[in-house]
Structures are given as structure tokens and as C-alpha cells.
């Protein structure tokens, strides 16, 4: 599948975003959608999954109570609700497709930047 993201921006410290990432294509053979980010020298990281069945998620602990995965009923679009944010969530985020067999596909990234 192709995958497209939006939302990105700048926010300040407590302030709210909502990433939103478009899938184009079959997603029958998707097992979880999911959003990694990758701060500046840093490497990329699960921010968090959601099931394209059954919906179950996970999430990085450093996120835990802030955000919020979730998927439409199409299973063709998965956002990223971001509360609470800290300077630290700053970083390129991309959303994932992630195959049955453990193939993924990436999506463009949207940069998230959290300052005053």
C-alpha cells in the first residue's frame, strides 16, 4: 500500500496535534497500522500499532496516557491523537504498514515540532 501523512506542525509544550495517514491499495494482507517517529540523531521508534482487525493496540511507554491510535471502519486511514505534548515528542513521524509475515510499508513522514 501507499501511505500518506498529515498533520504535522509546530505546537507548544501541553498543546494537542492530530496526525492523520491515508492507505491507498489492498489492505486485506495489513495486520496493524501503526506510527513510528525519529527525533534528530536519534534512530526510529515505535510510537504505536493498531490491529486492521479487532483493534487492539500498543504503545510506547514514553506515550502512555497521552496518545491515542485509532483506525476508521474502512481500516484505510489510522490517526494519532497527541495530548500533553513535551519537547521531547519532537521528530519526523511516519506512519507503517505492517504485513502478515512481518513486511512493512512506510509512509511519507510529517514533522512534529514541540517548542515555545
Do not use: H
Amino acid at each position: 500500500v501507499q501511505l500518506q501523512a498529515y498533520g504535522g506542525g509546530l505546537v507548544q509544550p501541553g498543546g494537542s496535534l492530530r496526525l492523520s495517514c491515508v492507505a491507498s491499495g489492498s489492505i486485506f494482507p495489513i495486520s496493524r497500522l501503526g506510527w513510528y517517529r525519529q527525533a534528530p540523531g536519534e534512530q526510529r521508534e515505535l510510537v504505536a500499532t493498531i490491529a486492521t482487525f479487532g483493534s487492539s493496540t500498543n504503545y510506547a511507554d514514553s506515550v502512555k496516557g497521552r496518545f491515542t491510535i485509532s483506525i476508521n471502519n474502512a481500516k484505510t486511514a489510522v490517526y494519532l491523537q497527541m495530548n500533553s505534548l513535551k519537547p521531547e515528542d519532537t521528530a519526523v513521524y511516519y506512519c507503517t504498514a505492517i504485513y502478515y509475515g512481518g513486511r512493512s510499508d512506510w509512509g511519507t513522514g510529517t514533522l512534529v515540532t514541540v517548542s515555545s
